[in-house]
């Protein structure tokens, strides 16, 4: 059974990059959407082991997903990464004031993720 | 508002809806030097069927999952309650209690006629290993994980139980556990 | 990080579109110089900036990242209210937007010449000079409100700078919490969004998990407007929402600044929410005519100025709705977009099912000619439905349809890091990945490929001390080639190392009991060699870490049939080894029509289906008993799907009919309701239920029970061969 991965970002080519360095770790499955109302949507249909979020979208941001995810019984445990770009600092600190459990700065090595994604997911 | 808590289990998914793969408790090491020289105890499922309390060996369980919305397969066996989808494998659920004649007939608990209160809040599916491919078995409630010893195992005496689908009886204290040969029960 | 092309062309298509609304934007900012700043504009390029910065930072490259940084720097400044946006300012934007442009192309050519780079560096600076200038520290006004702390913790830096100009504009602000439908909340949203910016601004939209006294999802929007709240009330009234107040509308604010007042002053301090005046109608227009980009509002000083009022800011470049930025094409298929497409082809079937029974029946009321045109005419509708509907179709397939390579790229990736860990040299080529397949393929083969390619690296090459002492190249070469052989994609994964130990995989064979001695001293090679794909069989003595998971090749062959496809291996001592998978282009995947009956939920595959009509219960004819309908000129039996199935049947006036089967052996199959076209995965039910008469399958349609697939074949064998066919065929 592999492990589903929910990637948030607006960014086509970042969502794309993301997804590829995601489903590099073996038995994970990428599942990408570029909005939070999406996000809610899928949340809802699947049952998702870990959320990768962007925190800047237009309609529902990142920080209200996290603190959606967060604040939801089948959500509250499950592991959420922020990734940020440079800059913004008072965003990303709300972030993880909200629960994100890590969060990356663009660019990052597809490494850096695949190893954040084994050590969350308990992945030998 | 009782359809909201409804819509909402439905929204998300319950994480607790997969009891998961069954733990064998491993006899302590003291324990296993002790019992080298006696008997060996088996490990049995045991589980309540109507009022009545039945055990499988352990092994032949694969999970045991609470009770997800069934989808009716038409035309089928009248011990054949329906399908789930578990982890994207389909799999058969069957009732054993109408063969067991604790019920008249099999409880409707797929489709839209599904019977109000045939299943509770303790009602469980034991997925059980089949060579023919694993199935479902209902049951109203699980109990717990019990080890008997052969000399705890009474074989069944004439006039007691109404098929080869029962084993023996297992007494543990005071209590009766009613040994069941899944595989003939279904079949 | 080195980009790959596919990265680098991925890298060039999006930065091309962020530029596109980047200059559509600019351009309306330049066109209102000295205007009062809609909060919006301001906020979307920003948004373009920081999308710019997070691409190119992502895919590393530096100099566009690095002036799309200083770019959203001072953008943020400006929408914050920190600077005010002066010629300078606005000029100082469209030449980085010109650089951007520049930048680019040296990009998209992968070039990088010292003019470009300087340029760049020197419009940076330049921006970097209006961010020193300037900052204005507010108090914070939003410790006067009854936020929650929760509510204020979500919210982004802008959003509460915006919230802090409502305030300090003396604009009332309100929770509106919405209760919406788990269903439909995006539309309910959308209604909720669109009547409330006509009255103000949304500052923040908060999903909630608790969702109080409703049925569904809640939402706590933060909005600020000039409106009495009962007013506000009143214009929801329709809508599922309260309204709480958090600050209340003051008449005179603490700054006195009457509206008309701040829309004619042509540097306000701020930017501020939109308000509709004819004043501000006039004004906005005048500097227009020139440029001429947006025709939606020219003519700027007659007609009444209401009628003239754009009814959102946003609209001319769709910004500001949740939807409208997703609209691009990506070249990973988004699951949402997906969704809507496969709806927008069940409506269509619908519409096409419902023109087909009209024209049917007009052509046959056998009215005079005004009916039957009519007829024709709809005939006629009816065949253009069919050919958008194809059309439509064919397009979802071809957005379903994925390179290949997108997998290779990930292989690689696998390789390399594999090699490392193990200490040992590997080429990785691959060939191919421009070879299409559906995507749901490509995800399942994903783990296959994955783990074939694992095994190559892992056991399958040597180390270059080991392959020097062979005389081999000390670098070894793993190879994946994909090619399209008519309907069939063959993928083959090739390595120059050791191959397969046919002795061993003998050895384990009769140690394992898998085979007796005689047996395994039978068999050739090449029958040894594919005993690796038995369950449990391993030659490895213990499972390597980085194969991993300690999952066998008979799982890859298990997932390999899953998708109709095979996998065959062959091998020779101390030269290597290639497995060969031959999978279908489609197949797995069936379009099938979800239709009701009884309340049950069932799927057909379309491709079985021939014609899809409705008949009125009269309509139904019997001989000998059995029933039947006619469908133009012919006659055929009918099954009711709910009296085959036992099902309780429900009472309906009108029926739909799957016409399903070929020439002589054709069934209408009648069903209660259609709900939709989707493509399915189906799962044979297998074990005790292969048999299951009338049933292909089961198949996941998102729901939380399983959906069964109809096997129309066998009806129609059920049916039409148990029962004399009705002679008027």
Redesign the interface.
């Known amino acids: 059974?592999?492990y589903k991965i929910l990637i948030v970002e607006?960014?086509?080519?970042?969502?794309?990059?993301i997804?590829?360095a995601v489903?590099?770790v073996?038995?994970v499955?990428a599942?990408?959407?570029?909005?939070?109302?999406?996000a809610?949507?899928?949340l809802?249909?699947?049952?998702f082991d870990l959320i990768i979020t962007?925190?800047?979208m237009?309609?529902?941001?990142g920080?209200?997903?996290?603190?959606?995810?967060k604040?939801?019984?089948?959500y509250r445990e499950t592991p959420l990464f922020v990734i940020t770009?440079?800059?913004?600092e008072?965003?990303r600190a709300?972030g993880l004031?909200?629960g994100a459990a890590e969060y990356l700065v663009?660019?990052f090595?597809?490494?850096q993720l695949e190893g954040l994604l084994m050590r969350y997911l308990n992945i030998? | 508002m009782a359809a909201f808590a409804d819509i909402l289990k439905q929204?998300?998914?319950?994480?607790d809806e997969d009891v998961g793969e069954l733990f064998r408790p491993s006899i302590p090491a003291d324990e296993m030097t002790l019992l080298a020289s006696q008997e060996r105890p088996g490990e049995y499922l045991a589980f309540f069927l109507a009022q009545e309390c039945y055990a499988i060996p352990i092994d032949q369980v694969r999970e045991i999952v609470r009770v997800p919305p069934l989808t009716e397969i038409p035309r089928s066996a009248d011990n054949l309650l329906g399908v789930i989808k578990l982890?994207?494998e389909i799999l058969p659920v069957y009732d054993v209690k109408m063969r067991l004649k604790l019920c008249e007939r099999p409880p409707k608990i797929a489709g839209p006629e599904v019977e109000p209160g045939s299943l509770t809040s303790t009602s469980r599916i034991l997925i059980v290993r089949d060579p023919e491919g694993d199935v479902g078995v209902l049951v109203d409630a699980v109990r717990e994980v019990i080890r008997l010893k052969p000399s705890e195992i009474e074989s069944l005496a004439p006039g007691i139980g109404g098929g080869d689908h029962l084993v023996g009886l297992g007494h543990l204290g005071t209590d009766l556990f009613i040994l069941l040969d899944i595989h003939k029960a279904l079949a | 990080?080195t980009t790959s092309t596919k990265?680098l062309s991925?890298?060039v298509?999006?930065?091309t579109?962020i530029l596109d609304a980047l200059s559509r934007d600019l351009a309306i900012l330049d066109r209102r110089r000295g205007e009062r700043l809609e909060p919006d504009l301001v906020n979307g390029i920003f948004?373009s900036a920081?999308?710019l910065?997070?691409?190119a930072?992502?895919?590393?490259e530096q100099r566009i990242?690095q002036l799309a940084?200083q770019t959203?720097?001072l953008l943020?400044r400006l929408r914050l209210g920190r600077i005010e946006l002066t010629e300078k300012v606005v000029d100082a934007l469209i030449e980085s937007f010109d650089t951007f442009q520049v930048v680019l192309a040296e990009t998209s050519r992968r070039e990088r010449s010292a003019v470009a780079t300087e340029r760049a560096e020197a419009v940076s600076q330049k921006l970097a000079q209006f961010i020193d200038s300037g900052t204005v520290e507010q108090s914070d006004a939003l410790d006067q409100l009854e936020l929650d702390t929760?509510v204020r913790?979500?919210?982004?830096?802008y959003?509460e700078h915006r919230l802090r100009e409502n305030l300090r504009e003396g604009m009332a602000v309100w929770k509106v919490r919405a209760v919406f439908d788990?269903s439909d909340?995006?539309q309910g949203?959308a209604r909720l969004n669109s009547k409330l910016k006509s009255l103000g601004e949304v500052i923040?939209?908060?999903?909630?998990?608790?969702p109080g006294d409703g049925t569904g999802?809640a939402f706590d929007i933060i909005f600020g407007g000039k409106v009495e709240t009962e007013k506000l009330r009143l214009a929801l009234t329709a809508l599922p929402a309260s309204v709480h107040p958090l600050f209340q509308f003051q008449p005179q604010p603490a700054e006195p600044s009457l509206p008309l007042e701040r829309l004619v002053s042509p540097t306000p301090p701020g930017a501020e929410p939109e308000h509709r005046s004819p004043v501000r109608v006039a004004v906005s227009n005048a500097p227009q005519q020139a440029s001429g980009a947006l025709p939606a509002y020219a003519n700027p000083r007659f007609g009444t100025a209401d009628a003239m009022v754009r009814p959102s800011p946003k609209q001319p470049d769709g910004?500001?709705?949740?939807?409208?930025?997703?609209l691009?094409q990506?070249?990973?298929v988004?699951?949402?977009r997906l969704d809507s497409l496969m709806d927008a082809v069940g409506e269509l079937l619908l519409i096409k099912a419902n023109v087909a029974r009209l024209a049917e029946q007009a052509s046959r009321g056998g009215k005079p000619p005004p009916g039957q045109l009519w007829g024709h005419e709809l005939h006629r509708e009816s065949r253009l439905l069919e050919r958008k509907l194809d059309d439509l179709q064919k397009g979802i397939l071809e957005v379903r349809m994925v390179p290949l390579g997108?997998v290779f790229?990930?292989l690689a990736?696998?390789v390399r890091?594999i090699a490392r860990e193990s200490g040992k040299e590997v080429d990785f080529l691959m060939r191919g990945g421009e070879v299409e397949v559906d995507k749901l393929i490509v995800?399942a083969l994903?783990?296959p490929l994955?783990?074939i390619v694992?095994n190559a690296v892992d056991h399958g090459v040597e180390t270059p001390d080991e392959r020097e002492r062979l005389s081999k190249r000390p670098r070894a070469a793993v190879a994946i080639r994909a090619m399209q052989r008519g309907n069939q994609v063959v993928i083959e994964i090739s390595d120059d190392g050791r191959g397969l130990d046919e002795e061993r995989i003998r050895e384990v064979a009769v140690r394992t009991g898998i085979l007796t001695r005689a047996q395994a001293e039978e068999m050739t090679p090449r029958e040894l060699q594919r005993l690796i794909f038995l369950p449990g069989f391993s030659t490895a003595s213990r499972v390597s870490?980085l194969s991993?998971?300690g999952v066998g090749l008979d799982v890859v062959k298990t997932n390999i049939s899953r998708l109709s496809g095979m996998i065959d291996t062959h091998s020779e001592r101390g030269v290597g080894s290639t497995f060969t998978i031959t999978l279908p282009e489609t197949l797995a995947i069936v379009r099938a029509l979800v239709v009701s009956v009884s309340g049950r939920v069932y799927a057909v595959p379309l491709n079985a289906v021939s014609e899809i009509t409705s008949i009125a219960e009269s309509e139904v004819r019997t001989v000998e008993g059995r029933e039947v309908i006619g469908l133009r000129g012919k006659t055929i039996p009918l099954a009711r799907l709910a009296r085959v199935f036992e099902l309780p049947e429900t009472e309906l006036r009108r029926r739909f009919i799957l016409v399903v089967g070929l020439a002589h052996r054709r069934l209408g199959i009648a069903v209660d309701e259609l709900l939709g076209q989707q493509d399915v995965v189906v799962k044979p039910l297998g074990g005790r239920l292969r048999h299951t008469p009338g049933i292909a399958g089961a198949t996941d349609l998102?729901d939380r029970n399983p959906v069964l697939v109809l096997d129309t074949g066998a009806l129609i064998e059920e049916v039409v061969n148990s029962e004399r066919r009705p002679e008027l065929v």
């Open positions: 059974m592999a607006d960014s086509k080519a970042s969502r794309e990059f997804a590829s489903e590099s073996g038995g499955e599942f990408t959407t570029s909005t939070g109302f999406d809610l949507k899928l809802s249909r699947q049952r962007d925190l800047n237009p309609g529902i941001n920080l209200e997903l996290i603190n959606f995810v604040k939801s019984p089948t770009t440079e800059g913004r008072q965003d709300k004031a909200l663009k660019p090595e597809p490494q030998a | 929204f998300f998914y319950a994480p982890r994207g | 990080m990265g991925d890298f298509a999006e930065a579109e948004r920081h999308s910065k997070g691409l930072a992502m895919f590393g990242a940084h959203e720097d943020d929760q913790n979500v919210l982004t830096e959003e788990l909340f995006d949203l923040s939209t908060l999903p909630s998990a608790d999802i910004e500001g709705d949740p939807v409208g930025r997703g691009t990506t070249v990973r988004d699951i949402g997108q790229d990930k990736r696998t890091r995800e994903s783990d994955m783990h694992r870490e991993g998971r998102g």
